[in-house]
């Protein structure tokens, strides 16, 4: 396996990596190319999606940026990036890697020449990438509200955006995939810039009609990524009729069956996969 890394634009470095097959499967068949947003950390739901659609068929370029986790409790993880492409590597796929600071707003263009030069056109956008900071009505600074929809909603229509004006697939065969979420209380910008991203990824499914994109949501309520503590665990186990927390790969299953052929008359839905959280 070979890897490099670049500085490909401002706040934009890359690496990528290869398989022995390079870009195909055993059988000689290409590979499609799948853009997973927001892959910070193998614990994440982001890595789980990206090694998922590795695992059934896709080659998988991806976007980390570690100042946003160097602010979060669970600190930055610098392996991430290349322990996730070694395991796309071990399923057959190739990778490329993106240090992304998605709050720029040339960065989403910039991403998909990246993800095309190395792998090439993007077929599937799974966009998982958050700003999240707890805050309420009266404590969200304007720095902190502006941060939550330029990364969460303007970088998300503009990935969009690429993603469809770049679009070289078959009528049927594109898929644009968002994650939500539902928290709005003590969350009020997180909430609010969710909730933008719902109607932009949603719009998406008429407006991209004539290219044959389907454009999903999905809510995977409270997941366990290790930044819930004890308490708030046990809260949401007593509120889920499975009496468990969410799991990175439940969120990833369901993502990868919608990027399959099977999931493709699933179109324009806000899909609540949360084990019946309430």
């Not at 934009?12 to 022995?20: I, M, W």
């Not at 068929?57 to 946003?68: A, E, K, M, Q």
Request: negative net charge; contains cysteine; proline residues 4%.
């Amino acid at each position: 396996m070979s890897g490099m890394t670049t500085q490909a634009a401002d706040g934009v470095t890359s690496g990528a990596t290869r398989p022995a097959a390079d870009a195909t499967t055993a059988g000689g068949v290409s590979r499609p190319v799948a853009l997973v947003t927001g892959v910070g950390r193998r614990a994440g739901i982001g890595a789980a999606i990206a090694e998922r659609l590795a695992a059934t068929g896709w080659d998988v370029g991806f976007t980390y940026w570690r100042p946003y986790d160097g602010r979060m409790p669970w600190g930055t993880d610098a392996e991430t990036a290349a322990q996730v492409s070694q395991k796309i590597a071990e399923l057959g796929g190739r990778s490329h890697s993106i240090q992304a600071n998605l709050e720029d707003i040339a960065t989403p263009a910039a991403i998909f020449d990246g993800v095309w030069a190395v792998l090439g056109p993007v077929q599937a956008l799974v966009m998982a990438h958050c700003e999240s900071v707890d805050s309420g009505l009266l404590t969200t600074t304007l720095d902190s509200f502006d941060r939550h929809f330029a990364v969460n909603a303007r970088a998300s229509w503009l990935l969009i955006r690429e993603f469809a004006q770049r679009f070289t697939g078959e009528h049927g065969s594109g898929r644009i995939i968002s994650l939500t979420s539902d928290a709005t209380i003590g969350n009020l910008p997180y909430g609010a810039s969710k909730a933008a991203l719902d109607r932009i990824t949603l719009a998406a499914a008429k407006e991209l009609s004539q290219l044959g994109v389907t454009a999903n949501v999905i809510n995977p309520g409270s997941t366990d990524t290790g930044w819930m503590n004890a308490e708030h665990a046990e809260q949401v186990k007593q509120a889920t009729p499975l009496a468990r927390l969410g799991r990175p790969m439940d969120c990833a299953n369901l993502v990868g069956f919608l990027c399959s052929a099977e999931g493709g008359w699933i179109n324009g839905q806000l899909l609540q996969s949360n084990g019946g959280f309430s």
